[in-house]
């Protein structure tokens, strides 16, 4: 159920925004929010593209938010309807109340992305395709919901998902069960920082990269960690492990390098300093019958970051792999 109605985002015109009013949680009042861009005259130009009658819905990955204007710019080129969904305690959705971030099961999300598809069905009568679309932890997160609700999806656009931890599933199954005893002791307990800003460094106008963004909902070494929120995401990538059996196509474009160290090198400016790309890749093949691999040289760890040959290489990715869908 939606509460008011449609209004500027913080993005400015053409992009809107509608709160999603979720219930309470132990941390109190919930929502997330749909963001979309209002299409123009010039944008039915493009309706007949390989993504013709498809929505498109993205969800942004751990310590981020939607502003990749340009990613919903190309992909309605394709011909989609494109909205982003800033989860419950990210982004537009963060209350001055709430930790950020946290969740104690991904699978509580299945509330936030059902009521965005409830508010997306409600604006046009007619029969589409849904094509989620989810970067990092959000293409774990849509991954799973995309194998508990298999009857509305036809097609997964993964954007170097978290499916695996840095090391190997062996490691992640080592240290899961003391994970899983700090989550149940106490869930919000803070965790060492891991992140030395290197993945902002690659992509803020203020370092390396070329993209400006909200700090607050984008902070350069990422939000607190918490071992509630770690151990969903371990039993998440061990559901993944397990074999999650989709039926529809997936595209999963990742880098074609990692470099993850303790100091910074040039060489990160063209590579995921987040994932292990490689561990990844082999991992994807657990999604399902078809997956489709695609490994961009230069990319970054959000490869629709990247610099614009390596963005140009993935939205002509996303066009060839779209005209498969039939």
Do not use: C
Not at 242 to 251: I, N, T, W
């Amino acid at each position: 159920m939606t509460q008011g109605g449609w209004t500027e985002d913080v993005l400015g015109a053409p992009y809107e925004r509608l709160e999603l009013p979720l219930g309470e949680d132990l941390e109190g009042p919930v929502v997330a929010t749909l963001v979309r861009r209002r299409r123009s005259p010039a944008d039915l130009l493009h309706a007949r593209g390989p993504l013709h009658g498809v929505d498109v819905l993205y969800v942004h990955g751990w310590s981020d938010y939607f502003f990749q204007t340009e990613l919903a710019e190309r992909i309605e080129r394709l011909g989609a309807r494109f909205h982003a969904l800033d989860l419950r305690k990210y982004g537009r959705s963060l209350r001055p109340h709430q930790t950020p971030g946290h969740i104690g099961d991904l699978a509580t999300y299945d509330e936030d992305i059902g009521a965005a598809l409830d508010a997306i069905a409600s604006e046009h009568r007619g029969e589409r395709r849904l094509v989620p679309m989810g970067h990092s932890t959000g293409g774990l997160t849509l991954s799973l919901w995309a194998a508990r609700h298999a009857e509305l999806v036809s097609g997964l656009i993964l954007n170097s998902p978290w499916l695996e931890f840095q090391a190997d599933s062996a490691v992640r199954a080592f240290i899961a069960p003391l994970v899983k005893l700090g989550a149940r002791r106490n869930p919000l307990a803070p965790l060492p920082a891991v992140d030395p800003g290197f993945y902002t460094r690659t992509v803020s106008a203020s370092g390396e990269g070329n993209w400006t963004y909200d700090q607050r909902w984008r902070p350069e070494r990422g939000f607190a960690l918490h071992p509630g929120w770690l151990d969903a995401v371990f039993e998440g990538q061990a559901t993944v492990e397990r074999g999650l059996g989709l039926e529809v196509p997936a595209l999963v474009m990742l880098s074609d390098k990692s470099m993850l160290q303790p100091r910074w090198d040039d060489g990160m400016a063209h590579a995921d300093v987040a994932l292990n790309v490689d561990v990844v890749a082999r991992r994807a093949l657990s999604l399902g019958e078809e997956v489709t691999v695609r490994r961009l040289r230069g990319a970054l760890h959000d490869v629709v970051l990247s610099a614009e040959p390596v963005r140009e290489r993935a939205y002509d990715t996303i066009g060839r792999w779209a005209a498969t869908l039939g």
